[in-house]
C-alpha cells in the first residue's frame, strides 16, 4: 500500500495538533515539516521523528515525495501559501479562515477549478466529531422533524485580561474579525453542515470590551497565560464578543454568541436545533452525548455507542462505549475524512468543509460584521 505522504506548513500551536492527527492515521506518512523559524521546525523534527524538515515554502513544495500540504500559518498568510499549494498540483488541507477576506477566497476557489486532479479542504473540525455526525444524520431521518430554530454559543476565556494578547486581535494579519472569525466561524459551519441549511440573513452586535491590551515584547503561544514583563499598550480593533441572530434559506431562525472574555471556559461550545418533533442538543465540553427533548415523551440521553450509531456516523468514531473519545479524536477523524476521500479515488460522499464552504463561511463573516457596524440586518449575497 502506498501511503500518502503529508507535509506541514506552521509549527505553531495548531501546527503540531496536525501532526499528532496525521500521524494517527494508518495510510498517511508525516513526512516533511516547514517553518520560517528554522530551529522550531527542526525541534518538531527531531522530536517527533520527522525525515525532512524545511525553512520556507517553496522548498517543500519543491520536494516531489510530498503528496498533500496542511497550511497552519496565520491568516494574513493563507491566500499565497495556499495558491502556491494549489499550483504544486499537491492535495491542500487549510487551516480556517480560508483566507483573509470573501474577495481572496472567491480567488482560491476559482483558482482550484483548474487542478481538478487534487483535493482541498478547510479545517473544520467540529464536524467529525462522530456525535456531530450523528446529529447530522438524526436531522436528515427525520428524527426531529422540520429544522424551526437553531440556538448555542462558543466561550473561551484566553482573552479575559488585558495581558492576553493574540494576533488575532490584529485586523492587517488577522483579518476584519476576532471571535467571529476565529470561533464563531466553527459555530456557524457546524449548524449548516448539520442541518443543511445555509445562513443567509444576519444582524450582529460585536463588541471589544479590552480597547487596550498589553503585547508582549517576545511573541507568546495561543492559549499560554504568562503576563510579560516587557509590553507596549496598543489599541485593539477587533472583538472578543459577538451575538448574532440570523435567517436560513429554508425558514429557520437563530441566534448564537461567542466569547473569548468569558472566565472558566476553555472550550465550551454547544447547538441546540429544535425541530417540529424534537429537540436535539450537543456540547463539546460532553462530546460522547447528545440530549434529544421531546414534549410527549421522556427526554433522554444518546451515549455514543459504535453498535448503535448511524452507519455514516459510525466510521468516524474508534473507541468502545464508556471509552470517552475528545477534541483530538474529532480533529483526527476530520483530516482522515479528508485523507480517505482521497484515497478511495476522490470519489463517496464529502463531509469535509470544501473551499466554496469555507468561501461562503468567510463572507457570513464580513456580513456580521457589516452588520454590527451598521446595526441593521445583512442579507449575506448582497454583500
Not at 495581558?163 to 476576532?178: F, M, Q
Not at 473569548?260 to 472550550?267: S, Y
Request: one cysteine or more.
Amino acid at each position: 500500500m502506498k501511503k500518502i505522504k503529508v507535509g506541514i506548513i506552521g509549527m505553531g500551536y495548531i501546527g503540531e495538533s496536525h501532526i499528532e492527527a496525521v500521524r494517527r492515521i494508518g495510510f498517511c506518512e508525516l513526512y516533511a515539516v516547514a517553518d520560517t523559524n528554522a530551529e522550531l521546525a527542526k525541534a518538531k523534527a527531531e522530536y517527533y521523528g520527522i525525515e525532512k524538515c524545511y525553512s520556507s515554502v517553496d522548498e517543500l513544495l519543491a520536494d516531489p515525495e510530498i503528496d498533500a500540504v496542511h497550511n497552519c500559518t496565520p491568516n494574513f498568510l493563507h491566500l499565497d501559501i495556499n495558491k502556491k499549494i494549489i499550483k504544486s498540483g499537491k492535495h491542500l488541507l487549510s487551516e480556517k479562515p480560508l483566507c483573509m477576506n470573501y474577495e481572496q477566497a472567491k480567488e482560491l476557489v476559482e483558482l482550484k477549478k483548474q487542478y481538478p486532479s487534487s483535493a482541498a479542504a478547510v479545517n473544520f473540525n467540529y464536524r467529525l466529531n462522530p456525535m456531530v455526525q450523528e446529529t447530522k444524520n438524526r436531522i436528515a431521518d427525520g428524527k426531529i422533524g422540520d429544522v424551526r430554530v437553531m440556538t448555542g454559543s462558543y466561550q473561551q476565556d484566553w482573552l479575559l485580561y488585558d495581558t492576553d494578547y493574540s494576533w488575532r486581535l490584529e485586523p492587517e494579519v488577522a483579518g476584519i474579525s476576532c471571535a467571529i472569525a476565529d470561533i464563531g466561524s466553527h459555530w456557524m459551519d457546524a449548524v449548516q453542515h448539520v442541518t443543511g441549511h445555509r445562513i443567509t440573513e444576519v444582524m450582529a452586535d460585536l463588541k471589544t470590551v479590552i480597547p487596550v491590551r498589553k503585547k508582549p515584547k517576545k511573541q507568546t503561544e495561543t492559549f499560554t497565560s504568562n503576563v510579560p514583563t516587557e509590553f507596549d499598550e496598543v489599541e485593539v480593533k477587533n472583538e472578543e464578543y459577538g451575538a448574532v441572530l440570523f435567517h436560513t434559506d429554508k425558514g429557520a431562525t437563530g441566534v448564537y454568541h461567542v466569547s473569548e472574555i468569558a472566565a472558566g471556559h476553555g472550550c465550551y461550545f454547544n447547538f441546540e436545533i429544535n425541530g417540529s418533533k424534537a429537540s436535539i442538543k450537543w456540547n463539546q465540553e460532553e462530546n460522547d452525548r447528545l440530549w434529544m427533548g421531546y414534549r410527549d415523551n421522556d427526554n433522554r440521553f444518546i451515549i455514543r455507542d459504535p453498535n448503535n450509531m448511524s452507519p455514516n456516523a459510525k466510521g468516524y468514531t474508534s473507541l468502545a462505549m464508556g471509552h470517552p473519545e475528545g477534541w483530538n479524536d474529532a480533529f483526527k477523524g476530520n483530516i482522515y475524512a479528508f485523507y480517505k476521500y482521497i484515497f478511495d479515488g476522490m470519489k463517496g460522499e464529502v463531509v469535509f468543509a470544501t473551499l466554496e464552504q469555507a468561501a461562503y463561511t468567510v463572507k457570513l463573516t464580513e456580513a456580521v460584521v457589516k452588520s454590527s457596524k451598521e446595526k441593521k440586518w445583512i442579507n449575506v449575497d448582497e454583500i
